[in-house]
Structures are given as C-alpha cells and as structure tokens.
C-alpha cells in the first residue's frame, strides 16, 4: 500500500514563508510558542486552537471547510483512506455547477486560505485532493452545513415520494436545508414520519427524535452542500455628502474638547474623590455631569476617555483622589491635537464606558473608572467596526447593518449588537463619523491604525490633526456687542477670544455661533481672576468691531469699583489697642519682626504668629499685653497655652499631581508589543533550527521494549508530541504502540489504533486485546507510530512481569 | 456652506445678523415659522418653537419649506438633526381636526386613532370633550372650543381648526377717507397698518403686535371695517373706552348712534359695544352676571385690546367666543408668569409683528433715548435698608428722598417740554406732586377729572402730570415727551414697556423722546431695573446709565444711529 503521507509531513513541506503566515494567521499558536516542528503540529490540531482558528474565518471560509470535511466523510472508502474533494467537487457542491468565475475564484481563495491557516492539508506536493485537519471535523460539530451524522453504507437513491402520505415532501424539506434532527410532537406527522421511516429514508434516532442522515441529506440536495456561496453584505444606507458628515462630527469634535477642558479645570480645582475599589462614586459622577452641563452617560465617557489619555489619573494619595495631570500643558495645546491624544488612546483603550451604571453580577452598580469596566475584545471589535465603516464611505450605517458585516465575517464568533451599537455611538459622540459615516479625521485615525504595524505610534500624527483642523471651521475674531449687556460671536471663537468669555460671561446659546450675557456676577469673576476693570474693557474692545455700549462700560466700572472692598484673609493672631499710634509702634517694633505682623485696621495689629508667642513679643515691644478669648473676656495663665495651637491641613494637591503625573505616563505607554509577524519570524527560525522533528521517530529500540522497572525507553518523544502523534493516528485510523502508565504504576506498552483524542481522555482500541479503553492523557509516556499493520510485531508476549 | 446672514444656534433660536446684505430676504424666509425674540442693535434673535412650527403649518407652509429656508440662509451647516425635529414636530400637526359635523355640531376628528387615544386619556381634555361618535370622532363641546385647542397644543398634538367662523350679523362699516381732527384731510392706512390688517384677516384670528403709539386702535378701526359686521371691543377701562369711540368716530363712517358703551357706568348694546374686562367677569354670588352680553348679538368680530391681559385667570371667560374671529391688539406680549402662549392659543397666533426700531426708522414713532439715572442713596438711608425685612426694601429704595431732587434736576433740563412723572407709591407720587407743583393722578382720580387733567396736559394748559400705575394703559397723550419714572411694579418688563409707550408717540416737529428711570444704586430697586429694562433693550432701546452726580454734567442726546 502507498505510505499515505501525513499531516505533519504537510506542515513540514511548508516553507518558511508559509510557516510565519500561519503563525500570523492563527496568533494563539505564539503563546505558548512551539520550539519544535512535532510540538507545532500538536499545538495546531489542539481542539482549542481549531475551534479559535475558526472562529476568524468568515462565511465563504466556514462553508468551504464544511463542504470539505461533508464530502470527505462521504466519498467512497472513506474512514481515513478515501479520496477527499478536490476543487472542483468543492465548487460544485458549495456554489453549483453554473457558478459564475467570481465565485469560483472566491471558493479557490478560500480553500488555499484554509491550507494556509493548516485547516486543510494535502496529502503529497502537487495533490489535488483537500483533508481536513486532525481535529477540524470535531470542532465543526456534529452537523456541519446542516446535514445529518454520517451513517455509513452506500449511496442512496433519491426517495420516491410518490407513494408517501401528504406533507411528505415538506417535512423531507425541512429537514433537508435547515435542520437534519426532527422531533416528532403531534400526531399529525407521525404517519408520515413512520413512513418515512420505514422506508429508509429517516432513521430514527430515540422515540421521539429522527433524523436525515447525510448521506440522503446530499442525495436530496443534489449533491450540494450549501444553497450557495455567503457573498459579503453590502450596507444600503443612505448616502450622505461629506460636507455634511464633516460638519457634524466637527460639532461633536468641539463639544468632546470643551468638555475634556471642564473636567480637566473641575479636576484641577477640586479632586474628585476616589472608591476604595477604585472607581468614581456617583456622587462625584453626578458632580462633573453638572459642571459638564452635560448628563451622567456623556460625563462618565469624557472621564473614561480623559483617564485612558492620561490627563486625569490616581493621585495615589490616601485617601486616594482623581486630579488633573499637567492641566496648563492640555489648555496649551492646539484643539487638533488635543483631539488627536484624546481618539488615539480611545481606539486602544480596553474599556466598556457604556456598561457604567449596569448592575453587575453581585448588584452593585458598576462605576466609572473602575477595574472591572475592561474587556479585551472590545479593542479588536473596535477596530473591526472602524474597518466596516471604512470600506463603506458616503453611506449612513447604522448598528444592524455593521452587525451583519461583522457577522458575516466571523460567523463563529458574533459580537453583541449591543456592543457595536455602543461602539457607533462613541464614534460619533467624539467626531470620528458624522451621520453615520467616517468623517475625514475619522478615516485619518484609520489608515493611521492600518500603518500601525510598521509605522511607529506617533509618527503619522500630521494626518490626523491635519483632517481634524480641515474639518473645523474657521476661527472668528468679532465680537458683537450689544445694548442688552449681550454679545454674539458670529461663528467658533478664536482661542484667545474664546477664553476671555469664558472668563467674563456667562454663556446662553451655543451652536455655530455663540451667545453670551454680561453679568455682574460674571464681571466679578473676570476681576477676582485679576483682570482690573479698564483690562477687561480694553480686552473687549480688541475684538469689538463698534465701540462698546454704554451699559456695558458702566458695568464693568461698577463692578470694578465695589471689587475687592470685601476682603477675606488669614491671621493667626491680633493686637487690638485702643490708640493707633500705640498700634503704630508695636507694629514697627524690632520684637515683632519674625512674627509677619500686619496692620488690620488702625487699632487692630494682625500676625501669623500664636497669641502666646505674640504676646511675648509685644511685651518686649514694652506694651504689656493681656490674652483674651473670642468672645471679649480675658484669659488667665491656665487658658494660655490652649490657645494658639496650630492646625493647619489641606491635602497637598500638588504632591499628588506629581504622583499622578508619573502615574499617567507609564499608563499612557500601553503596553509595546511587537507585532505579531515579528514573533512568527523568530518562532520560525527557532523551528528550523531544532531540526525536522516529522514523523516522531526517536525511539532506536524499536517496538516493545517495555521493562518492568519501569523506567521509560530512552529518547522516547515528549508527551506533547505523543498527543500529536495520536491526534493524527486517530484522524488516519492507523496503528500505534503507546507507552502508558498502567493500574500498578508501572509503564505498559500497547499497540492501539486511536479513536478520539479528546478532553483528556484517549478513546483507543487495542489491536491485541481487540478491545476498547480509554486512556487519561496524563498517563500517556510515549506514542510511536507503528508501520502498517502488516508489519506489525506483536509485543504480547513481551509485556507482562520480568 | 454660502456666506449667509443666519446663524443657527443648537437651542433652536436663529440669530440673524442685521447688517447682512441678504438679511431683509432672510428675515422674510424665517418670518412665517420663527419668532422674533430679541431684536438689539447687531443681531436679531429668532426661535424655533413648536407653537411656530405648527402655526406655520396651518398657514400652508410644509416641514420641506422650512428646512429650505434654513438651509439657503444659513452661514454654517444647520444640525441634521434639528432639521429632522422640525420635520417630526410639523409633521404632528393636522392629525386632529376641529370640525362642524352636520348632526353633531363641534367634532374632534382623527387621521390617527392611537393620536385620539392618547389625547382621550389625558387628564386634561376632561371635561371638554363629549361622546365617542365613532372609533375616529369624538364630539366637543362647542363652549370649549378654544380651551381644548390650548389643551390640545400643551399635549403636542395640535389640532386643526377647520370648524370656519361665523359670519355674524352684518353691519356696514368703512374707513372714512377724511380725518376730521385735522381739518378733514385725507389719510389712510401706514403700509405696516395694512400689512397687520392683512395678516390678521388672512390667518382668520390672532393678535397683532406693534410698538406704543404705532396705531393699533386704527388697525382695530381697518379690521372692522374689512369684516362689516357687528364687532365687540374689550378694553381695560373706562377711559380707554371712551378714547376708542373717539377714534372710531374719527376714523369710521360709525355714528355716535352705532357705538355703545357696556362698562361701569353704562350698559349699552349696539352693533359696535365698548365693554370693559372688568365687567364682563363680575361675579355676584358665583354668578357672572354680564356674561349674557357675549350672546346678545351675532358678534362677527370681536376685539381685545391690550390682550397680554387676557391669560389672567379671570379674563379666560371672554375667549370662549371662539366661533367668531377675535383680532387681539398689543405691544408687549411678555408676562413674568411666561404665559404668552396661553394668548395664541386662546385667540390665535400672532399675525403681525415688527421690530419697534424698524416702525422707528420709518418715522411712525417717536426715537427715543431711555437713560437710568443711579442715585446714591445716603448713609443713613443704606443702613435702614440693609436692615431692614425683605418685603420692605423695594419700598425703601424705590420711595428714597434723594429721587425728589434728581426729579427736580430732570424737569429742569426738559423746561418747556410736555413731562410725565410715574410711579407706583401713593405717598412718594403725592410728595412729588406737592414738590415740583404738578396735578396727581390715581385709581381714585374720578373719570370726569381724569378726562379735564388729560385734556388739560393736551392742550397744553399743563405741562407737567404726576401719574400712577393707572395711566399704565392705554392713554393717549400725544405731546409727551418726557416720561420720568421713579418706582414701578417691582421687575415687570411690560410695565416698563407701556410707559415707555407713553412718550412714543410721534411729535409734531420729530423731536427725541426722553424716558428717564431713576434707581437707588446697590439696592433690589437696582436689581429690578435691570430686569425690567432688559425688554426694551432686546428691542434696541438700550439704557444709557448716568449716576445721578454727573447729572449736571450729562446732556440729553439723541440716539446714535
């Protein structure tokens, strides 16, 4: 008989170009990495690793590798030995005979992308005949493309339904394309199903349950195995001009920024207080939401998206607190750019914002900044969103229709439509789409994603705020102001005119343009920020185009002239005389130079000192003081040393903020892989270098050499590599002679043909014995194949007690 | 985007820049769905609000109309989704009509059944509405005509009134070619006179907003006219009934046989009565016993003067005459309640509106200068105020002493002029009256008295009048030209508005109009003044302020153009 060529042999024909493409294509093989060729081969037919594999292969993928392991299973001889489907039978029976040369090309991509990805294997150079690889067929499930389990024995002839009960033919139908498996409920089909039945169509599988085995499957499907190739769905949003799309995603642009800023300033000002667990309590949520203007959903995403960019981060104070980092830094850095920090970080952050607020397992809300809002899928979805978006520009997509792309492309592992909805929605709430599709910032971002594998982060950040700045419109510098104490800036503000409103008035419309009013109230804001009042007129007046109205100068000089006639400040201490001259003295008197002494009021001497040490000072000015309390009584020798003590407490902010900003940097610097491809390249060369571990050959004794010490055969192969052999024995059905661990500790050899390799366990029917036992893996020692059975030396006699 | 003269905001107002060179076509775009809310020296402040949109609707304009409008004008990209709000807010009117039903009478039809539902459900259409007539048609009472379409607006589904008008009994009457007060010349209408009288006939029923003294009793007189028929008026008191009949039988081919006066003092029923609110709502013993003068005549029109009255409580009785056309006439549609909608839904939207400063550059009313005069108040006097109760403080700083002197100082710098001198304190206006000599007007100034005082300061005779809150309205005083206020109803803008009405009155020679408010600084008296000025300046009629030591120093001026 031809030495049938094996898996493993398939992957070792591989060069190293294809060895780096599977690797890159399937990256759950680098962690752990293989170091030799046998232990690659076992790690690529682990059931865990087939069932990742498939679930990154999209329709047309998933259903050539179905129609393959169908039409194996059912070619004649099959059990190992059969001809599998070449091409051609592969295109017939997915697309049908009259398929159109696209999708003849698309089913010949496919099948070569599977061989890449090793789902399917060649049996020599130059076969045209496709297999599945060890473990694929498990992993597709016990009803690949919907057809029945395979039942063996010849091909059947199409049933003749002529003489069948009514309704035959559509519950055969039902069966045929949707599910193989019926369950038989009412009466009204059981006739027809005990027809069937009988003559050998159905099989019944329990007393209630049928099903269509799959050989008939086919025959009723004219040898199909699919209705037809899955094309990729194309989205029918409605098209929208980029203008328009532009103009939107500018406004959410502008209005992230904004928000960024006030929460950096609410920050600065006044720490936000933090959980034990460590997220952000809702009152504090509630707070920023408030200063925001804006409500709880947008708030606690600007936060996430602050915190993932690093400009607010754990003080690390206790208790600890959030606080700005380096908030003169971000207001000094032009919009595009802030926008740039903002979205990059977004597009790798792990973190689900939209879950805050849900009540997770326990019940407890989940919160803001706390650990348990990271999922790790979300960034690969994330940019699998951003990817659909990209190959559809022009177009409004919504949720559904994203999802049906996405589903299309992983059918095996379809995201949450929940999840891509959430994930549009951040899209457009930072400007990255505008009505539905990618804005020009928004496709900057991805094509500086894409380059991402070669590019270093960073470099290509021109684009990005160039787009950004392309988008917004341009800056205006008039100011109208008008008689109502109103002023209108027909358009987005320049950055200077814009922070000298923020600081003078009080906003009362956005939108394109912006409405301001000025108060009394806000005036005095402007002055206690240290602007005086003929400033702040004059700064007016620089973009005023007419002069200012009278009612506004007015206000400004009356606000100016009550400013600062209300003063608040802090002494320790006081002398209070009766006599300013006296007050005079004390308060030049060399006694009192440490004490930072300052005149109050002309009877009234303030000083940072305490009253005790005060009091001693001013007698040695030659005053002789007396101590009183609060309310007017004097204070004998016993109050004195209680008075004065010296409390003084506030959180270092600033020590924080350094804590925090060292903090935010090294959490800002994700963490660095290097790509994918550059491991594969390296895990190759290691590959190479161990030399061509095939076939697992490194036992010299030949078969049967068990000893009953029980020390193992010298340079018998690892048990991860005798899993590999078994795997692929089990899917070729050809013997083996293992080397287990038996019932007394000691190790026993066999020769076994492997059924199933899986969950730990070894179906095995032992050749000498001709019978069935499952083995545990851990038990396993060694597994070598043995040559056909023909030449098999029995090792009965060998075994056993010495 | 084109470079246009609208701006619009994410609130939904718009603001029109004035300067614009196609601002006069896109105010005429926006003018049928946006209000004018704000209308200061450089930009126009119009709104979007539902109200608009759906009177918009009823005069045949569509939602496509409207984004156009707002598109074509609009500097910048407009919000897509504001546009699709506006096309989902327009697009809920009409499906509820008001019609007649020939067996039913007054029915509430529905293009959409879950709509009546929702409507049948509310608490508020209780009591308004009859029996189911089948699953689209429910009958109305007809009494509630007006209070179910208000009700039907507060519920967002507004409702069509298709159910027409009366004609009403009909009475010739037309415009009298000639003015007899001025040797019979000849006049006729302003051009915004008749475009207010179009707008109202055209829409059927609604009120008209024009500035104080632009002439809104002649727009009264040329609407009676356009309909010909029997017409009720309803004024705010007795003197402004008389002063109606004086137009109208200045203006009208009316004859003192066809006007009649249903007020206090008289109860006459003509085909053109003169009643006043007060007596229409007279209660006596839970009875309105004047409410039969409503149905003593087929009304074909019927008139509300100073209709910002009308949504007081009290004043609700005279909207149920819905079947008829109801013309309402004001210059200041603003309440501190914020009720103004309840007026268009009682009596109709507004039909005509126009900036005062554009009525003022077109020379129909008097430019006026309106300058607030802060007066320091005494050491003495700032200590009482600052402890004193809450209550008592507007009356502390508002009757200050030191207000005599500056009313001294003002009527000085107006010697010859025609001066009005208004408050709202008994005592402070009769401590005045008694210092600068001049008669005082009050409630209990008797209406003869009234009517010699006002005819006197007409003719000249007098020049200087002290008035209280009661010549808030409606009094006709041609030659003021000063108007000094010292106290007034704590922060009403309207109040302030009408006073300034008193001077707007064109002067013979063109003269500036002076309108002075004298305020105690750093007290509530301040405060309020601010608030109330606050209208006239969003009409443009920005207050200069002066302290009231530079007073001497400062010299009236006209306003800059």
Same mark, same amino acid.
């Given at each position: 008989m031809v030495q049938m060529g094996t898996f493993s042999e398939d992957l070792a024909r591989r060069d190293d170009a294809a060895l780096v493409a599977l690797l890159t294509l399937r &990256?759950?093989?680098?962690? *752990? !990495? &293989?170091? @030799?060729l046998r232990a690659l081969v076992t790690h690529v037919t682990a059931h865990a690793s087939v069932a990742q594999a498939l679930m990154r292969l999209d329709r047309p993928q998933l259903q050539a590798l179905e129609s393959v392991s169908v039409l194996t299973s059912v070619s004649p001889g099959s059990g190992g030995n059969g001809t599998g489907p070449t091409t051609d039978d592969v295109t017939r029976a997915l697309?049908?005979?009259? !398929?159109p040369p696209a999708e003849r090309e698309a089913v010949t991509g496919a099948l070569r992308d599977l061989h890449e990805r090793a789902l399917l294997w060649h049996e020599g150079p130059g076969d045209e005949v496709w297999r599945t690889a060890p473990g694929v067929d498990e992993a597709l499930g &016990?009803? *690949?493309?919907g057809l029945g389990p395979d039942l063996g024995g010849q091909t059947p002839e199409p049933p003749d339904l002529a003489a069948a009960p009514p309704g035959a033919a559509e519950l055969l139908a039902a069966l045929t394309w949707e599910q193989p498996v019926g369950r038989v409920t009412s009466g009204r089909h059981q006739e027809v199903v005990a027809w069937l039945v009988r003559h050998g169509v159905l099989v019944a599988v329990d007393a209630e349950h049928v099903v269509l085995p799959r050989r008939t499957g086919l025959v009723l499907r004219d040898g199909r195995t699919h209705r037809g190739l899955d094309g990729r769905p194309v989205p029918s949003g409605p098209e929208v001009a980029q203008a328009a799309v532009d103009a939107e995603a500018a406004t959410a642009a502008l209005d992230l920024l904004r928000h960024t800023a006030l929460l950096a300033r609410t920050w600065a000002a006044a720490p936000a207080a933090m959980l034990r667990s460590g997220g952000l309590p809702v009152r504090e949520l509630r707070r920023t939401a408030l200063a925001l203007e804006t409500d709880d959903a947008t708030a606690a995403a600007v936060v996430e998206l602050a915190a993932g960019a690093g400009l607010v981060a754990d003080?690390?104070?206790?208790p600890a607190s959030f606080v700005t980092v380096d908030l003169d830094d971000w207001l000094s850095t032009p919009p595009a750019e802030q926008w740039g920090r903002l979205v990059r970080a977004w597009v790798r952050s792990p973190r689900t914002p939209w879950a805050v607020g849900t009540r997770d397992e326990r019940g407890a809300a989940r919160a803001a900044l706390a650990a348990d809002l990271e999922r790790p899928w979300v960034v690969l979805l994330r940019r699998r969103v951003l990817a659909v978006l990209a190959q559809n520009p022009g177009r409004t997509l919504d949720a559904e229709q994203v999802h049906a792309v996405l589903a299309w492309s992983s059918p095996r592992a379809v995201p949450p439509v929940s999840a891509v909805a959430a994930l549009l929605a951040e899209t457009r709430s930072w400007g990255v789409t505008g009505r539905g599709a990618l804005s020009r910032a928004g496709r900057a971002l991805v094509a500086e994603l894409e380059a991402d594998g070669t590019a270093p982060r960073g470099a290509d950040g021109i684009t990005l705020t160039a787009a950004l700045d392309a988008m917004l419109p341009a800056p205006v510098e008039d100011l109208l102001l008008q008689g109502d104490l109103t002023g209108v800036v027909p358009g987005r503000p320049a950055a200077a005119l814009e922070s000298l409103l923020d600081l003078s008035s009080e906003v009362e419309s956005r939108g394109a343009g912006l409405t301001v009013r000025f108060t009394p109230a806000s005036v005095t804001r402007a002055l206690d920020a240290g602007m005086s009042g003929t400033a702040l007129r004059a700064a007016l007046a620089r973009f005023s185009p007419s002069p200012l109205p009278q009612p506004l100068e007015y206000l400004v000089d009356d606000v100016a002239r009550r400013h600062g006639t209300v003063r608040v400040g802090t002494a320790q201490s006081y002398v209070r005389v009766a006599d300013p001259a006296v007050a005079a003295a004390i308060l030049t008197h060399r006694a009192l130079e440490g004490a930072e002494a300052f005149l109050l009021a002309p009877t009234v001497v303030a000083a940072q000192v305490p009253a005790a040490v005060l009091a001693e000072a001013v007698r040695a000015a030659g005053s002789s003081p007396v101590l009183e309390a609060p309310d007017g009584h004097l204070l004998t020798g016993a109050d004195v040393t209680a008075v004065g003590r010296a409390r003084t407490r506030g959180a270092d902010i600033a020590a924080g903020r350094r804590r925090a900003a060292s903090r935010a940097r090294s959490a800002s610097e994700q963490r660095d892989d290097g790509s994918d491809a550059d491991r594969a390249r390296a895990v190759v060369q290691r590959l190479r270098a161990s030399g !061509?571990?095939?076939?697992?050959? @490194?036992?010299?004794?030949? &078969?049967?050499?068990?000893?009953t010490t029980g020390t193992p055969s010298a340079g018998t192969p690892d048990p991860v590599g005798a899993l590999g052999v078994l795997r692929e024995a089990a899917a070729s059905g050809s013997p083996v002679r293992i080397e287990v661990i038996g019932a007394r500790g000691l190790p026993e050899s066999r020769d076994v043909v492997p059924v199933r390799v899986d969950g730990g366990r070894i179906r095995l029917r032992d050749l000498t014995r001709d019978s069935d036992l499952t083995v545990a893996v851990h038990r396993l020692l060694s597994a070598t194949r043995l040559p056909p059975a023909s030449e098999t030396s029995d090792a009965a006699p060998e075994q056993g007690a010495r | 985007m084109t470079d246009g003269p609208l701006i619009v905001q994410s609130d939904k107002s718009l603001l029109l820049e004035v300067d614009h060179p196609r601002a006069a076509e896109a105010r005429r775009a926006i003018a049928p769905f946006a209000e004018l809310e704000r209308a200061p020296e450089h930009m126009h402040t119009y709104r979007l609000t539902p109200l608009g949109l759906w009177n918009a609707r009823a005069a045949g304009h569509d939602a496509e109309q409207v984004v156009h409008a707002l598109v074509e004008h609009s500097r910048y990209p407009v919000p897509h989704a504001l546009l699709v709000d506006i096309a989902e807010t327009m697009d809920r009117y009409g499906r509820l009509t008001l019609s007649k039903h020939p067996t039913h009478g007054l029915v509430l039809e529905t293009t959409d059944r879950a709509v009546l539902t929702e409507v049948l459900r509310s608490r508020k259409t209780a009591g308004l509405l009859g029996e189911r007539i089948d699953e689209d048609t429910v009958a109305v009472h007809p009494s509630e005509r007006g209070h179910l379409k208000q009700v039907l607006v507060k519920l967002g589904w507004p409702a069509e009134d298709l159910a027409g008008y009366v004609d009403g009994e009909k009475h010739p009457i037309a415009l009298s070619p000639t003015d007899p007060a001025h040797d019979d010349r000849p006049w006729s209408l302003r051009p915004y006179q008749q475009q207010a009288v179009d707008g109202f006939w055209h829409g059927g029923s609604g009120v008209v907003v024009l500035p104080c003294g632009a002439g809104k009793t002649i727009v009264g007189a040329a609407s009676m006219a356009r309909s010909g028929t029997t017409t009720l008026i309803l004024v705010t008191n007795t003197v402004s009934a008389r002063q109606w009949r004086d137009e109208l039988l200045r203006r009208t081919s009316l004859t003192d046989e066809e006007i009649g006066e249903y007020s206090g003092a008289r109860k006459e029923i003509r085909p053109v009565t003169i009643a006043t609110y007060q007596v229409l709502t007279t209660r006596r013993k839970g009875v309105y016993t004047h409410l039969e003068l409503l149905d003593a005549r087929d009304w074909g029109l019927v008139v509300y003067d100073e209709v910002h009255l009308l949504p007081a409580p009290i004043f609700r009785m005279t909207a149920d005459l819905q079947a008829r056309r109801r013309l309402g006439l004001t210059a200041t549609l603003v309440r501190e309640d914020g009720r103004e909608d309840e007026v268009f839904s009682l009596i109709g939207p507004k039909r005509y509106d126009a900036p005062w400063k554009d009525i003022e550059a077109q020379g129909y009313i008097a430019p006026a200068e309106c300058v607030e005069v802060r007066l320091t108040l005494p050491d003495s006097d700032r200590m009482a105020y600052a402890v004193a109760e809450p209550e008592d403080r507007y009356r502390l700083a508002a009757a200050a002493p030191g207000k005599n002197t500056v009313v001294d100082t003002l009527i000085r710098r107006h010697d010859g002029e025609q001066i009005l001198v208004i408050g709202q304190y008994i005592d402070q206006l009769e401590e005045l009256s008694e210092h600068i000599g001049a008669p005082l007007i009050t409630g209990e100034t008797t209406v003869r008295e009234r009517q010699r005082l006002f005819d006197a300061f007409r003719s000249g005779e007098i020049s200087r009048l002290v008035v209280s809150k009661v010549a808030n309205f409606s009094i006709d005083l041609p030659e003021a030209s000063v108007a000094i206020q010292v106290s007034g109803s704590f922060g009403s803008r309207q109040e302030e508005a009408q006073r300034l009405g008193r001077v707007m009155r064109p002067k013979a020679d063109g003269r500036t109009a002076h309108f002075y408010a004298v305020v105690a600084r750093d007290t509530v008296d301040q405060d309020f003044a601010a608030h109330r000025q606050r209208f006239l300046a969003e009409q443009g009629y920005a207050y200069r302020i002066v302290d009231a030591e530079d007073l001497s120093t400062d010299h009236p001026r006209s306003p800059v153009e």
């Open positions: &990256p759950d093989l680098l962690r *752990p !990495a &293989p170091t @030799t697309a049908g005979g009259a !398929a &016990p009803y *690949p493309a003080d690390g104070d206790e !061509a571990d095939t076939g697992g050959d @490194t036992t010299d004794d030949g &078969p049967g050499t068990a000893t | -």
